[in-house]
């Protein structure tokens, strides 16, 4: 900090850079600059023989010592008379001092402190405070009113959103904006009013604190045995420091936490018979749906709503009780209980990529941890391989490249972000993804067909399956039993792999390979992008849907008199032309006619191809 004082002349005071500055003029007309940077820097007037108008604004100051000029300063001292103080769009300081002191704030996050005698604080834009901390007496601050009295006299406040107390017994109500009051020391009493986020601090002493006028809140009873009740139907966050506390959570839809995490020892939270003990001493607990646990070894036990349980560092035990609960143990060795209903076990915090199997009950990666009654994983931010049990299961993945694996269970899967894989091995097992969400791959067991924004299946397994693309540019692959892939719209890659497959590559450039085995390849669209990469005479067969070759009327076998093998038609019933020099495979609508081939596939050259590879369909 530099503290500069000017002389009874015209001074030029300036501050260093990056630390808080006190600049003095004194008599005379000065420049006072405060220097750039991070330190707040003050202009102090605490000794002006009369009273002041300063504004940071302009900055101008007259009156009092003379008139100044300033620049880069953030915070203004009045003097004992009936000052003016403004400030500009930055965070400013504002202290009266004695008189009847007008502040304004501005625009910025102030902090207005009148000082003795009967101020008028107006915040203007931002989140302001008024300041009471050097009050000699308890204060009664009530926002909806916008009145202070006690200790200083009575102030005027509009604007206003948080308050500091005094070291006495105050009193503090809000209105309907969100509110950040602090009590500091002494036994307070708090009052929220309409606001949706309250912030309620007690602060020392034994104080009582009531949001339960608020939509919701964060309470905080500081040191001493501190009343907290929440508010109506919102989410209150409640720590109640050391002493024994009474946390009163709301009765309505609200989902209500108790804070441990300043605790100086592991706690034994109970929801059931609403008791706390060990940390920061016993509380009494009611309506409260979720605890966050301490630093150290922590049990934690749920009740019969849907618990949030956190378990934070130490090796904690958790333990949901009936409900539907949601368990996090964070850090260390947990052990997790979710009891009855459908919980979860969260690992969005963890550090590291987690690897979580609720069949064996273990999860590795964020401290090992033991798992029982969990239905559903909640994954990191990385790379994590999250396996489900015999059960219907939930895996979200996250971000990363995860792998999902429900299990026997009809599970429900979500990979997030990234590039994932899953694991189907049952028909009711659902798989979720988003656009843009990475490059995904199934492995299927059963008969399956991809969900959108999900690119490549491959068929596990020896049983006969059958795979579904959807509109994306799909890689389907079969296993070793005969299949039958169908894609979609996209540009697809099917690959049959061994046994008798059936494959379709539907609308779009499509590259099929049948693999070992006889193998089908199904035509059901005309759209001249596809290519055929094994196809063999003595084992494969080219199907063609009549309802689309609408020349070939007749089922079965091709007729001998409908095949050519050249480059074009011949005669009027020449539809099914192939090219052996160029590869392809063409449909001629009209035969001989006047309309022009279209190619159904390229399927390689020098092939000795018949009408018996042909079957319509």
Known sequence: MAILIGTDGNDTLTGADDVADDLTGGLGDDILIGGGGKGLDWAHYDNAPSAVTVNLLTGKASGGDGNDILSEIEGVTGSRFNDT?????????LNGGKGKDLLLGGLGDDTLKGGAGNDTLQGGGGFDYADYGESP?????????GTASGGDDNDSLSSIEGVYGSFFNDVLTGDTNDNSMHGGDGDDRLIGGGGENDFLDGGFGNDFIDASGSESSLLSGGDGND???????????????????????DVGNGFDQAYYSSAPAAVLVNLVTGTASGGDGNDSLSSIEGVFGS???????????????VGWEGNDVLDGGSGNDTLRGEAGNDTLRGGVGNDSAEYWSAFSAVTVNLATGIATGDGTDTLSGIENILGSDYSDTLI?????????GGDGDDLLNGGAGADDLHGGLANDQYVVDNIGDSIHELAQEGTDKVSSSVTFTL??????LTLTGASTINGNGNGAANTITGNSAANRLNAGAGNDVLRGGAGNDELNGGLGSDTLTGGAGKDNFKFTVLDNGDSISDFTVADDTILLDNAVFKALATTGTLAAGQFRTGTQALDANDFIIYDKVGGDLLYDADGNGVDAATIITKIGVDLNMTNVDIVVV
């Open 388 to 396: 489900g049990d015999a059960g219907g299961n939930f895996l979200w």
């Open 451 to 456: 969900p959108k924004h999900v690119e490549n």
């Open 295 to 309: 630093f150290y070894n922590d049990i934690i036990i749920g009740n019969a709503s849907d618990n949030g349980l």
């Open 85 to 93: 103080l403004t400030g500009d769009d930055e965070d400013n300081s």
């Open 137 to 145: 007496l308890a204060i009664t601050v009530n926002f909806a009113t």
């Open 227 to 249: 009343f907290l009740m929440g508010s109506r139907d919102g989410s209150d966050f409640m720590q109640g420091g050391l002493g024994n506390d009474i946390l009163i959570g």
